[in-house]
């Protein structure tokens, strides 16, 4: 069984910053993409950042240049550091991890923004 523990969300001002972190556990033997989706209210779920194993990253147009996808392979953890938050980036914040041939998700944790 494969576990995913999320953490970082809260509560933040416009401009302010905050970094989510994931960290996967359990019978989980190889990691390929991982990625950060979030899902606003009665909005679709949608793909912010993504890494692949070798470090190569996608981001959604909204947050480039604000955000940074990282990961630790060792340790199984994938980061997403936001920095000039607006308040439109609040959402429930979703990690996923893809193996192979199956992917799973997190909790998700709740990123609000005040203006």
């Known amino acids: 069984q494969v576990q995913l523990v999320e953490s970082g969300g809260g509560l933040v001002q416009t401009g302010g910053s905050l970094k989510l972190s994931c960290a996967a556990s359990?019978?989980?033997?190889?990691?390929?993409?991982m990625g950060w989706y979030r899902q606003a209210p009665g909005k679709q779920r949608e793909l912010v950042a993504a890494i692949t194993p070798g470090g190569g990253t996608t981001y959604a147009g909204s947050v480039k240049g604000r955000f940074t996808i990282s990961r630790d392979n060792a340790k199984n953890t994938v980061y997403l550091q936001m920095n000039s938050l607006k308040p439109e980036d609040t959402a429930v914040y979703y990690c996923?991890?893809?193996?192979?041939?199956?992917?799973?998700w997190g909790q998700g944790t709740q990123v609000t923004v005040s203006s």
């Open positions: 996923r991890i893809d193996s192979i041939g199956a992917y799973y």
């Open positions: 359990g019978r989980i033997f190889t990691i390929n993409d």
